[in-house]
């Protein structure tokens, strides 16, 4: 059984900093497309960040040169580095395993930045 599970969401103010976690089983981590993703209130679910099995990324344009992710591939684990953050970050963020027609999700963790 595939499982997602996003931690390290919270509480942070306008400029500060903030790292998520989410941890991978059921699959075979290395091989998949690993992303994550964000839903505003009120809002469509949207792309934040990708890393291939690789380790090629592509980030939204909102986030780049902010945000940074990363795989630890023996720990089955994806990051996502957020920094500078600002209000309209506040969102569920989460996280996602791709690989073909495969595709599976987390459960959210939520992101608020205000002060």
């Known amino acids: 059984q595939v499982q997602l599970v996003e931690s390290g969401g919270g509480l942070v103010q306008p400029g500060g900093s903030l790292r998520l976690s989410c941890a991978a089983s059921?699959?075979?981590?290395?091989?998949?497309?690993l992303g994550w993703y964000r839903q505003a209130p009120g809002k469509q679910r949207e792309l934040v960040a990708t890393?291939?099995?690789?380790?090629?990324?592509m980030y939204a344009h909102s986030v780049k040169d902010r945000f940074t992710i990363s795989r630890d591939n023996a720990k089955n684990t994806v990051y996502l580095q957020m920094n500078s953050l600002k209000p309209e970050d506040t969102a569920v963020y989460y996280c996602?395993?791709?690989?073909?027609?495969?595709?599976?999700w987390g459960q959210g963790t939520l992101v608020t930045v205000s002060s």
């Open positions: 996602n395993a791709h690989e073909g027609i495969f595709d599976a």
């Open positions: 059921g699959i075979i981590f290395s091989a998949y497309r």
């Open positions: 890393i291939t099995s690789r380790g090629s990324t």
